[in-house]
């Protein structure tokens, strides 16, 4: 009797798992030759380490000994860290590696290494036990994807779980109450730091600054500063309440540096920072009045900020550390002195006597012309010139 071998792999998507810690497995369909079906899960990292064992295993096939040999595909190795962005962005390589592996020869494709790496494991039939706050979320990817290197996936069948962090009292029909420890389903993040969200049977806006990932703080969803920043134009005035936020009329101006999940993104207005409400800004060039004019309808208010709620009761042993003001500020001014003075649309060009340019008392006074000589004659450029050249102007004279 023939052996029992793989003639189909196939790539259904990821999931996201939460014990005994944060990370992610693919899940695999394996079909054998005994007309058997099985799921299997597999991290990343174990499967770039069968991926280097097979290349071991068929040095000339991996192109160690002559690269024009190669047949065994490509895999790249894996990051340092995995988030979900990596995971799904490797879905559509991945996806296609098995194929190719399949499609190797006999010895490769039905190789006992191969077989064994796919072989059904006891945490494939009964997986490990899910976390006690939060529930495996499962990603499964489009059936008519086509095979490339950009994969696109239905989304999570589960929606992301959060925990509320203080008690929170609704100011309008369309928000929910929270009490802390609830834990809420996000259906939707909008960018001005409400989102909407499912607690038990009911639905609607919380701030989302009143909210934590259950996965831990050092989970980075934001992105990092951008000290270049981004023109934006107040489109509503908003007074400070706080000493680090900005006070501005509408109609101005201002650079975005710094887009925070909780709706108060970092601003910067000549060399100072602060924080302001995204929900009263819009990109300039491009703005939307049908968008603007729904967000307003939404909400009126910007959501509180994390500094001002009190009785915070965290899961998390050690929360996120904050960029500070003083940070921004001196980040920025020292990106402004390596990029110099530059005009935008919108703003008036810097003035000569900027305390950050390279020697402003030179760059007030005027600059002096250079003095250029005088024409030489006729019979002088003629001298410099070759024989074959005066030949010329000499005819040309004549003529």
């Not at 996201?16 to 369909?29: E, Q, T």
């Not at 400070?240 to 999940?261: N, R």
Request: hydrophobic share 30%; glycine share 4%.
């Amino acid at each position: 009797m023939d052996p029992t071998y793989i003639r189909h792999l196939e790539l259904l998507g990821f999931e996201r798992r939460f014990f005994p810690r944060h990370h992610y497995v693919y899940m695999f369909l394996v079909k054998w030759s005994d007309l058997s079906e099985k799921l299997v899960y597999r991290k990343y990292p174990e499967i770039h380490t069968f991926h280097k064992s097979l290349k071991e295993m068929f040095p000339i096939e991996a192109g160690d000994i002559d690269p024009k040999d190669r047949i065994i595909p490509s895999l790249p190795a894996p990051k340092w860290f995995d988030n979900q962005k990596t995971t799904e962005n490797r879905q559509g390589t991945l996806a296609e590696y098995c194929h190719s592996l399949l499609n190797l020869p006999p010895k490769i494709s039905r190789c006992q290494l191969l077989l064994d790496f796919f072989q059904v494991r006891p945490d494939d039939e009964i997986p490990p036990s899910s976390h006690p706050f939060k529930r495996n979320e499962t990603y499964l990817m489009s059936k008519d994807r086509s095979r490339n290197n950009t994969s696109e996936i239905s989304g999570p069948i589960i929606l992301e779980t959060y925990r509320a962090i203080s008690d929170y009292s609704k100011n309008s029909k369309r928000e929910v109450d929270l009490s802390a420890g609830d834990m809420l389903e996000i259906i939707e993040k909008n960018p001005n730091g409400w989102w909407f969200c499912q607690c038990e049977s009911r639905r609607g806006w919380v701030p989302a600054s009143y909210l934590e990932p259950l996965e831990g703080p050092d989970e980075a969803e934001e992105p990092e500063p951008n000290y270049e920043g981004e023109l934006y134009e107040t489109i509503k005035a908003y007074t400070a309440t706080q000493e680090d936020e900005f006070t501005l009329q509408a109609g101005e101006i201002i650079e975005v540096i710094h887009k925070l999940l909780d709706g108060w993104w970092v601003v910067r207005k000549g060399e100072e920072t602060g924080y302001y409400p995204s929900m009263f800004l819009c990109k300039t060039g491009l703005r939307k009045e049908a968008d603007t004019d729904r967000n307003m309808i939404r909400r009126e208010t910007p959501p509180p900020r994390r500094s001002t709620i009190r009785n915070v009761k965290s899961i998390h042993a050690k929360g996120r550390n904050r960029i500070t003001q003083d940070a921004y500020r001196r980040n920025s001014r020292r990106y402004l002195q390596q990029r110099g003075p530059r005009s935008s649309p919108g703003r008036a060009a810097p003035k000569a006597s900027h305390p950050f340019k390279a020697e402003p008392s030179s760059r007030s006074r005027p600059k002096k012309m250079p003095i250029v000589p005088p024409r030489p004659s006729t019979e002088l450029i003629l001298e410099r010139c070759t024989a074959d050249t005066r030949k010329k102007v000499v005819i040309h004279s004549t003529t």
